[in-house]
């Protein structure tokens, strides 16, 4: 049925068509960049060749400052952008749709948790944060596995801790968790700040690194999908089908992932996009201001920040510019085009 929905709206909708025909296209030149980049890697530099316009013979999309040939880094900042956007933007949708559910579902009364659990949760944070991220910033060479390691360790750690705390009487004891008053209080400090403000504020604290860039925009994108899924669970949770479902006696996750969960895809779909968009101009922005992701890393702000030095190098603005918006363009049409076929 959603397949058929599907080819009802390619025939209705030529954006649709043309917004996937330039993804899938995109994709491809990404998957073939070794391949199409006339033999010039992304930072190989040519300093008798700077600021070439457009048409030379080995450089047909011109060069930057340093001689770069723009064609190539056209393709390798496309990878870049996805590689940094897609992870990102899955991880919120998934942590923040199980967190907006799971509190409108709950509330503030029905989940009961040890004393015990608030002082090992709080302990984990802040040894993660120290261990993991801060102290290991100042070392770039740290691999992740080693991060891994230590996350690892920190973890089996106080879970045995936990453990030991659980066995004293006074923290034992089990308290209402005001889950939902904790995920909406959360969501209204992250979004009383602007997005772009709070991600210089937090890439203050570490290095340039794209794990650290993935990081920071993980920290910021699940909001959005949050306030969403907890506002159609809340929704959908009064219909008669969910009240016959817990009559029965069914368990709570299956309710909310089997029954709540594909009755809320679609605007979640449809957030998903427009996020995966709107990511995608965040990490340019954060290029251009050399913020976050190294020097050396191809990106397509990085190739509009080159641009400032020279204001005569229009082909360092227009196609950088002009693929960067046609992307987000294309992602958010197709994202409108499943809101509607879901919504049919």
Same mark, same amino acid.
């Given at each position: 049925?959603?397949?058929? +929905?599907?080819? *009802? ?11 996937? %025909? ?11 960049? &070794? ?6 890697? @992304? ?10 316009? @457009? ?6 999309? /011109?060069?930057?400052?340093?001689? +770069? ?17 897609? &992870? ?13 559910? =799971? ?14 659990? #608030? ?36 973890? $089996?750690?106080? /879970? ?8 004293? @009487?006074?923290?034992?004891?089990? %308290? ?16 009383? %700040?602007? +997005? ?19 990081? $920071? !925009? ?29 009559? =029965? ?22 957030? #998903? ?24 890393? @191809? ?9 400032? $030095? ?6 360092? %603005?227009? #196609?950088? =510019? ?6 987000? $363009?294309?992602?958010?049409?197709? /994202?409108?085009?499943? *809101?509607?076929? !879901?919504?049919?």
């Amino acid at each position: 049925m959603i397949w058929q +929905r599907l080819k *009802r709206t390619w025939n209705q909708q030529t954006a649709f068509k043309l917004a996937t %025909v330039y993804l899938l296209l995109l994709v491809l030149a990404m998957l073939a960049a &070794p391949f199409l980049a006339n033999n010039f890697p @992304p930072n190989q530099l040519d300093l008798a060749q700077t600021y070439q316009p @457009p048409g030379a013979p080995e450089h047909w999309l /011109g060069t930057d400052q340093l001689g +770069r040939d723009v064609w190539s880094n056209l393709l390798y900042a496309a990878r870049t952008a996805f590689l940094v956007a897609l &992870p990102v933007m899955s991880l919120a949708l998934i942590s923040g749709t199980t967190l907006g559910m =799971s509190a409108a579902w709950f509330g503030n009364r029905k989940l009961e948790v040890h004393l015990a659990a #608030f002082l090992s949760f709080g302990l984990w944070l802040l040894l993660v944060w120290f261990y993991v991220f801060y102290r290991f910033s100042e070392v770039p060479e740290i691999s992740v596995f080693k991060k891994l390691a230590w996350l690892t360790g920190i973890s $089996l750690g106080v /879970g045995l801790l936990h453990r030991l705390l659980k066995t004293l @009487p006074f923290l034992s004891k089990k %308290v209402p968790l005001p889950f939902d008053e904790l995920v909406l209080k959360t969501t209204e400090v992250l979004s009383s %700040v602007p +997005r772009l403000l709070l991600v210089l504020a937090f890439a203050a604290l570490l290095s340039p690194g794209t794990g650290n860039v993935m990081l $920071l !925009l993980s920290l910021t994108s699940w909001i959005g999908v949050a306030r969403l899924a907890r506002a159609e669970t809340l929704k959908i949770k009064t219909l008669p089908y969910i009240e016959a479902a817990q009559a =029965s006696g069914l368990p709570v996750w299956r309710i909310l992932f089997r029954q709540v969960l594909p009755n809320a895809a679609a605007p979640l779909i449809t957030a #998903f996009c427009f996020g995966l968009s709107g990511l995608l101009g965040l990490e340019a922005t954060l290029s251009f201001l050399g913020i976050g992701l190294p020097p050396e890393t @191809p990106s397509w702000g990085r190739m509009l920040a080159g641009a400032r $030095l020279n204001s005569e190098a229009w082909w360092l %603005v227009l #196609f950088p =510019s002009l693929l960067l918006c046609c992307t987000i $363009l294309a992602i958010q049409a197709v /994202g409108n085009a499943f *809101r509607k076929t !879901l919504n049919a």
